[in-house]
């Protein structure tokens, strides 16, 4: 059954440090999403992205956040200059179309920033 | 977006049906209802979507009244891996899904 993967599964980082978060869609999926889960806390949208453009972003994806799909493949998040409160697990999501299609997600990668 | 509540936790026996309520009073004409399931540490899992009456596949139930206010997930016989937090979402097909806190469902032999 095609996953959604993600890399790496654990990233520790120094306060101010740029992070790039990889994802690997599932092929032929059309939509896709970054989340982030606080520890103990709920899951929170950050942005969609369709045909390389983001379609819409919450209000927590600010200028220090920047997502691309560099090569057809590959679904990035780059955070640039972590702070404390960006350590969470991180979900990469995807979707062959939006509606009634479920969203899958992938394994998360835990982000620690120190 | 259409705001949605449901009780903060829950806990079952091993084989009994687990119903789980979740209230979504302004609720909108072209949203639908969509319920996921997290364990700890992995991603958000798709369990069912509806939009009006009942839903049933593999794994769940799902019931919708009339004035679609509220929408009902029913897990028949659960066991002791259906412990995870279950998720109510509310949205429209254009929309992207916002998550709410969810119901952590506790399993108990």
């Known amino acids: 059954e095609p996953e959604v993967t993600q890399t790496p599964s654990h990233q520790v980082t120094q306060m101010g440090q740029e992070v790039i978060l990889r994802c690997v869609p599932i092929?032929?999926?059309?939509?896709f999403y970054w989340y982030r889960q606080i520890l103990g806390q709920k899951v929170e949208f950050l942005v969609s992205?369709?045909?390389?453009?983001?379609?819409?972003k919450s209000e927590i994806f600010d200028d220090q956040f920047s997502v691309e799909r560099p090569d057809g493949s590959n679904f990035t998040l780059k955070i640039r200059s972590t702070k404390l409160e960006d350590s969470a697990m991180y979900f990469c999501?995807?979707?062959?179309?939006?509606?009634?299609?479920?969203?899958?997600f992938g394994p998360g990668t835990r982000l620690t920033v120190l | 977006l259409a705001k949605t509540t449901q009780p903060i936790s829950m806990d079952s026996y091993e084989g009994q049906e687990v119903n789980i309520t979740c209230s979504h009073n302004?609720?909108?004409?072209?949203?639908?209802i969509t319920w996921y399931q997290q364990f700890p540490s992995q991603g958000p899992r798709f369990i069912i979507q509806?939009?009006?009456t009942k839903v049933t596949n593999e794994v769940a139930s799902l019931f919708i009244p009339a004035d679609r206010k509220s929408s009902t997930l029913s897990l028949p016989r659960v066991s002791l891996s259906d412990t995870a937090v279950y998720y109510c979402?509310?949205?429209?097909?254009?929309?992207?899904?916002?998550f709410g806190a969810g119901t952590r469902l506790t399993v108990k032999p």
């Open positions: 992205f369709y045909n390389n453009e983001i379609s819409e």
């Open positions: 092929s032929n999926h059309l939509y």
């Open positions: 979402l509310v949205a429209a097909r254009s929309n992207d899904m916002r």
């Open positions: 509806g939009y009006k």
């Open positions: 302004n609720i909108a004409t072209n949203d639908y």
């Open positions: 999501a995807s979707r062959y179309a939006r509606g009634l299609d479920e969203q899958f």
